[in-house]
T-cell receptor
């Protein structure tokens, strides 16, 4: 158990729908990162939050949004879902805002299937 | 645009031998480089890192080498063990993008007995 909790583990939904993925970071970690891993693709960085504020943005579609709440958990909202959004979505956390220097801790992911 | 590239999708090595996983990058602003290991149905786990001011970092059986002029890094595993069979991801970060990690597509390592 890495200490980063992602729910749900699996999600199946129809095109056009909206889903919310949830992440609880490790205790004491202030930063949360979201990544997407599609078939044959590496991990694509979506967005980072640090202590409730957006810190960095990657290849995140406009249909996707995220937020980090005062208790530091984060949610990734995916709307108007398309078949191509089917992927593994990982959340990671780190103590500081520069976790990419020394590594961050990943959760086990949410597998989203859009049918 | 893929700024971190792992050109070998898979590698098979015999137990006890050396495994060498390679990674190339295009962004000269990267100043931290990391390797992650991933088992099926689990998230990636951090393995080893190196900053751009060094050319080698060692941790037990794992050594990472960085060649900045060639924009190339490699992970050496010696000796390889069957439990090392996993997908290995190379990642890099830069201060001008908040140190968010850019990942390669991964290399699947199989260590055979």
């Amino acid at each position: 158990d890495s200490g980063v909790t992602q729910t749900p583990k699996h999600l199946i939904t129809a095109t056009g729908q909206r889903v919310t993925l949830r992440c609880s970071p490790r205790s004491g970690d202030l930063s949360v990162y979201w990544y997407q891993q599609s078939l044959d693709q590496g991990l694509q960085f979506l967005i980072q939050y640090y202590n409730g504020e957006e810190r960095a943005k990657g290849n995140i579609l406009e249909r996707f949004s995220a937020q980090q709440f005062p208790d530091l958990h984060s949610e990734l909202n995916l709307s108007s879902l398309e078949l191509g959004d089917s992927a593994l979505y990982f959340c990671a956390s780190s103590v500081g805002g520069t976790g990419g220097k020394y590594g961050y801790t990943f959760g086990s992911g949410t597998r989203l299937t859009v049918v | 645009d893929q700024q971190v590239k792992q050109n070998s999708p898979s590698l098979s090595v015999q137990e006890g031998r050396i495994s060498i996983l390679n990674c190339d990058y295009t962004n000269s602003m990267f100043d931290y480089f990391l390797w992650y290991k991933k088992y099926p149905a689990e998230g990636p786990t951090f393995l080893i890192s190196i900053s751009s001011i060094k050319d080698k970092n060692e941790d037990g059986r794992f050594t990472v080498f960085l060649n900045k002029s060639a924009k190339h890094l490699s992970l050496h595993i010696v000796p390889s063990q069957p439990g090392d069979s996993a997908v290995y991801f190379c990642a890099a970060s830069a201060s001008n993008s908040g140190y968010a990690l850019n990942f390669g597509k991964g290399t699947s390592l199989l260590v055979t007995p």
